[in-house]
T-cell receptor, first 120, second 107 residues
């Protein structure tokens, strides 16, 4: 059965760092593009970042550029999001989502999400 | 960056009604558009990719159309289980922006 499971969320103070992980199983992880998408509870979806199937290309939403880094380890079937200099406005549920296009595209499977709360 | 605008932001309709949601791109995106359904308390679910390609297992009452800058998601006969928020997403190039969402409720 195909699955994506996020971990690493929690409560963190403004200015601090946090690393999210997303482990995939049941599918050929290394052939999919992978995304991070976030959602403030009760609000809409916001795309955050995408990484190509081989990690060679990464793109970010403007508000996280220079602060967040997306990466992947295909040998571990794991996607990461390193979040530095966190701000209150980064508080959200963070979903990982896979794209059948290895270079990014629509998202055909989503994890259950992990909550990140940035608060002093 | 290309902006994605959905309308209406919410709607109320009766069971059996035909419902249409519009998504407009500020620049042409060919047919690189997906539609998602998110039920309350649930994760998003892909309904349609490439503007009009219905995903496996999605009821045929859902359909998508459009190309360029204007797209529509139609529910031909609204069912109680269709109560949800619907989002469009462009994927022609990064940023892979979502529309603001359309909340569909039962009248």
């Amino acid at each position: 059965q195909e699955h994506m499971v996020e971990s690493g969320g929690g409560v963190v103070q403004p200015g601090r760092s946090l690393r999210l992980s997303c482990e995939g199983s049941g599918f050929n992880f290394s052939t999919y593009g992978l995304n991070w998408v976030r959602q403030v509870p009760g609000k809409g979806l916001q795309w955050v970042a995408v990484i190509w199937y081989d990690g060679s290309q990464k793109n970010y939403e403007d508000s996280v550029k220079g602060r967040f880094t997306i990466s992947r380890d295909n040998s571990k079937k794991t996607l990461y999001l390193q979040m530095n200099s966190l701000r209150a406005e980064d508080t959200a549920v963070y979903y990982c989502a896979r794209s059948p296009w290895g270079v990014g595209g629509w998202c055909d499977m989503w994890g259950q999400g992990t909550m990140v709360t940035v608060s002093s | 960056d290309i902006q994605m605008t959905q309308s209406p932001s919410s709607l109320s309709a009766s069971v059996g009604d035909r419902v249409t949601i519009t998504c407009r791109a500020s620049q042409g995106i060919n047919n690189y558009l997906a539609w998602y359904q998110q039920k309350p308390g649930k994760i998003p679910k892909l309904l349609i990719a490439a503007a009009s390609t219905l995903q496996s297992g999605v009821p045929s009452r859902f359909s998508g159309s459009g190309s360029g800058t204007e797209f529509t998601l139609t529910i031909s006969s609204l069912q109680p289980e269709d109560v949800a928020t619907y989002y469009c997403q462009k994927y022609n190039s990064a940023p892979l922006t979502f529309g603001g969402g359309t909340k569909v409720e039962l009248k």
